[in-house]
């Protein structure tokens, strides 16, 4: 399926494309299970694509060079915002002295996948070189527009969207003051969208900023000035709602606010998701990342006009957050090794991804017969169950303490009544109740002598809500522990 989707992609069939997306809804409980890097089912990006939308990261240069995290970023997203590059003190760090290297590196990568590109930033009081703001104030505008000419026409027809300027406002609505707004006031707004619509007149223009998720003094301000900038002819084509969250602060008015500004007539994007937590991470805020993922993307799923979700990184790993907020991370879809998360999960499903437990058929044909268990085998299990009203979310590590190491596994468990199972990662888990056998995925098949393998479901349930007993690994009992 993904292979038919990147073929159509290349051919240059978007409706092709969009087709074998859409058949790919059907077939997906039949694929779940032997998808592509980083999932258990359709990617993300193509049950974006079957909606009309896009998923979308942000990446890095020093990113380029991590094999995982590009295998990852290459099969689930179908837009890339780079994270560094294209801001000013990269690409003019002395006056009219530009290096496109950087970001044209990440222009290069999103083309080998089939990614569109959001251009990230032109215009922002942050990593902007101390030239700038040493400048007279007389010179401020020519600098700005030079550089804002100078770039977008470097990346003409191949950037998607431009955030022009970015994060304009104060908590209290207020306009930030910079280099920018000091030499030109609030007018140095609608300069830089019209710069930017002279030199490439195709890419969607954007304003972007953080706290503006909800209906707030800051977003109100945003919602006002986007108005004013509409009723006056300036060229503005979007507004990024950062949205930077902390687990269980998605604001309840996110999608009237998301609404309200699609009614002025401009797009929404989601731009740089993440949902930070303190760590190490508790399973309780693991599961409530999974809700405010499937929140967000169904807040703007809602709204024809918000058009597409990006994640600010790839994984726990590369994500920003640890170095900006200290003693807070775990704020993605994936985990440190690039496993999908339960966030992972609640977003396929937000997108519309099959949530049934997956096919058989779809077993790995490298697995074992559970009959047959190699010699020496023996296991221990550790379970953990994070549980809401009708909804529960169970991990498992099941370590291999036999003297030899299994190319494929098959562990069998027993569910309690009621229980049944949704969707699973690091694994095919069937049938969806009872006695039910979860299969080693191509990727984890090797599990050496005293090695582990961790892999979990999401499952309904009915008021009970204990963790799965009766463990055993290629026909062995397990102990707990
Ligand atoms: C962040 C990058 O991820 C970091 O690597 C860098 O050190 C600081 O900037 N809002 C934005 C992004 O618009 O450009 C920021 O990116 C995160 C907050």
Redesign the pocket.
């Known amino acids: 399926m993904a292979a038919q989707l990147r073929a159509a992609r290349r051919r240059g069939h978007a409706l092709a494309a969009l087709a074998v997306a859409a058949a790919g809804g059907l077939l997906a409980a039949a694929t779940l299970g032997s998808g592509p890097a980083g999932a258990a089912g359709t990617p993300l990006r193509d049950l974006a694509e079957a909606k009309g939308s896009y998923f979308g990261t942000?990446v890095?240069q020093s990113n380029l060079g991590n094999s995982t995290l590009t295998a990852v970023a290459g099969a689930q997203f179908d837009m890339v915002t780079p994270?560094?590059e294209m801001?000013w003190d990269t690409t003019e760090s002395s006056a009219s002295n530009f290096n496109f290297g950087p970001g044209d590196q990440i222009v290069s990568f999103a083309k080998a996948h089939s990614m569109r590109v959001r251009g990230?930033?032109l215009v922002?009081h942050?990593?902007l070189p101390s030239w700038v703001g040493n400048l007279p104030k007389t010179q401020v505008q020519a600098a700005m527009e030079n550089h804002i000419t100078t770039q977008t026409t470097h990346y003409k027809g191949q950037v998607y969207s431009w955030?022009v300027v970015?994060?304009p406002f104060n908590e209290d609505g207020s306009l930030r003051t910079s280099p920018f707004y000091n030499a030109m006031g609030s007018g140095y707004i609608a300069d830089a969208l019209r710069t930017a619509r002279a030199a490439d007149p195709n890419a969607k223009l954007y304003l972007?900023d953080?706290n503006i998720e909800g209906t707030n003094a800051k977003s109100d301000a945003m919602y006002q000035l986007v108005s004013s900038l509409k009723s006056q002819g300036v060229p503005i084509d979007g507004v990024g709602l950062?949205s930077?969250f902390i687990v269980g602060q998605v604001p309840s008015t996110m999608k009237a606010n998301i609404q309200r500004f699609a009614a002025l007539g401009v797009d929404v994007a989601i731009?740089?998701l993440d949902d930070r937590m303190q760590v190490p991470a508790s399973a309780a805020n693991l599961a409530q990342q999974a809700t405010d993922y499937a929140t967000v993307i169904s807040n703007c799923l809602a709204v024809s006009r918000c058009v597409g979700v990006s994640q600010?990184?790839v994984g726990d790993a590369d994500s920003?957050i640890p170095?900006?907020f200290s003693g807070y991370g775990a704020a993605t879809m994936y985990d440190n090794t690039y496993q999908p998360k339960a966030s992972y999960t609640s977003a396929a499903t937000a997108l519309g991804g099959a949530a049934g437990s997956p096919s058989p058929s779809s077993s790995p044909s490298s697995s074992p017969s559970p009959s047959t268990p190699p010699s020496g085998s023996g296991c221990k299990v550790g379970t953990q169950v994070s549980a809401w009203n009708t909804g529960l979310t169970e991990n498992i590590t099941v370590t291999n303490t036999g003297g030899s190491a299994l190319n494929g596994w098959s562990v069998k468990f027993t569910l309690p009544g009621g229980q049944s199972v949704s969707s699973a990662w690091n694994a095919t888990v069937s049938p969806a109740s009872g006695q039910v056998t979860a299969t080693n995925l191509p990727y984890n098949a090797a599990l050496p002598a005293g090695g582990s393998v961790s892999f979990g479901f999401n499952a309904d349930h009915t008021g009970n809500t204990a963790a799965a007993t009766g463990f055993s690994l290629n026909g062995v009992a397990c102990t707990a522990g």
């Open positions: 942000a890095t994270g560094n801001k990230h930033t922002w942050s990593q955030d970015n994060e972007n953080y950062e930077h731009t740089e600010w990184g920003w170095g900006a």
